[in-house]
């Protein structure tokens, strides 16, 4: 089995790298693109680093960006939207270490840990062999994740919740529509009665239940970012902004554009 925070584990947890489903997510000042699966995780340590550290430089800031490793053949953890690099010329990958991240963010591995398993969500590079004090990235899987985070041993406060970017039962629409046709993509009888018709109701349901047992993520019975993300994992060769998917004026209208690709770190 592959090392937590590998290329090979991350191509066994969340597939491919440069096609996974992205979701941007307001980050302490700048707008990032990571995997959706992840999205919480990210949040998470948004408000950390906006309250330990202070707002972030939008032109220094970034996540997802499709490439390897800088000198390497190896895939960066940023091809899979699984890292961000925070105001990276205030915090240089270099010898000796030189930052301005806070010490209650280097620890930030044993600070923010899944529900259920206790398992580390992230971790700092400015630990590493060559300090990489700039990064941050995730160390557990998408189910894991699912679980809820806790910080600290509280989980109230960052607690997966319902929100405006969720179909649930009640709604309709094309969006509800777009969505039932995915679960048809997963499995082709799974709606046999009504099919994909737009009103989610007892049966679209159930079949989001099934789907999360398959893939063992704690069942609920709605489709949001982590079932959204997941769904489109299986059903779909080509990567997707999530937060597109959803009817939710709230999110598209908080959202902005990464950081520039072309001034990155090599890690």
Known sequence: MAQRGTAGWRLAHY???CRAPRQSVPFAGSSISVDAR???AFQALGILIQAEYGGTDSTQTGAYNCRKIGGTNTWSAHAWGLAVDVDW??????LPLTTVIPASLRAIKTRLKTVDTRVPVLRWGGSWRTPDPMHFEIIATPVEIAEGL????LSAAIQPKETPDMIKKGDHGPTVEWWQERLLAWQADSLPEYGADGDFGDETERAIR???AEQEINQRGVIDLVRGAALMAVTSDTPADLT???SSERTTRNLRRSAPLDDWPAD
């Open 38 to 40: 992840a999205a919480t």
């Open 210 to 212: 099934r789907f999360e």
């Open 150 to 153: 806790e910080l600290d041993g």
């Open 244 to 246: 597109k998917l959803f």
């Open 89 to 94: 010329r205030l915090n240089p990958m270099r």
């Open 15 to 17: 597939g491919e790298p």
